[in-house]
């Protein structure tokens, strides 16, 4: 029998990109999205469901995962929905950084929170939470997408010792840049004047020849199916050329000295 994945941010892409990789493998995919009805090139693909979510919304949440659990036999939910709140932290208003916190922290745990009494049943399941090379090191502008990324990191690692003894897996993918759409539809950006240089110099780092380097969405999502059917208890998936190399210094010469490193990067 094929296997079934649920998606949320099925619309764009990474979300849309694994929609299509796990449809080409045979796997029945349900994609969610904000606006299913926008959405032409899923509806042309077989044994893809389209569904409206926005993961906010916890009744919407509770209301889909009861529906599609009572009709399909999940095997993997990736929790994908995201966006960036990008810029110095003074810059943004308390419904900024409230909305940040609720698509990126919270949606994922609503969407966990209701799938896990079903896969707890089941004795079987997979959660594939979709972090950041910024959910693995600090980086100036990123303060709220960071502490967003690092608590799903968090939170993904204490429920996958929670749900072990169910059989039960939490697994993150933490990419680097992805040639998305994320810095155009998927980035609020914020600035202050006290911090033109500090943003100057970060911007420095987004280049066409940097952004050219980035993983596509099929790169990424060709490791999502992987720690989707490696079928090794593994935690954590580092996606990406840039973010391996990142990762890699941290774990080498230790988060302290990574700091030093970017706080000398970023002062004038
Ligand atoms: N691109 C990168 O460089 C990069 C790097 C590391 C990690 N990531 C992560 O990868 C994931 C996917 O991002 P992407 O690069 O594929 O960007 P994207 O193309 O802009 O996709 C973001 C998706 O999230 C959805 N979304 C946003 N808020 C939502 C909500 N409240 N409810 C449901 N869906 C919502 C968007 O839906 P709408 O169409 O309705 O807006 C869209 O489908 C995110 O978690 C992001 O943080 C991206």
Known sequence: MSKSIFITGASSGLGKAAARLFQSKGWNVIATMRQPEKETELRQLKNITILPLDVTNGQQVNDTVEQVANLYDIDVVLNNAGYGLIG?????????????????????????????????EKRKGLFLNITSSFGLLGFPTCTLYSATKFAVDGFSEALALELAQFDVRVKIVAPGGIR?????????????????????????GYSAEQVANYASAEDIARVIFEAATDGQDKLRYVAGKDAIALYHERTATGAEAQLERLKSAFLF
């Open 180 to 204: 998305t759409d994320f810095a155009g539809r998927s980035l609020q950006s914020g600035t202050h004047g006290a911090y033109r240089q500090l943003m100057a110099k970060v911007a420095e």
């Open 88 to 120: 110095p932290l003074e810059a943004f208003s308390e419904e900024q950084i409230n909305k940040q916190v609720d698509t990126n922290l919270l949606g994922v745990i609503r969407v966990s929170k209701a799938f896990i009494p079903w896969f707890r």
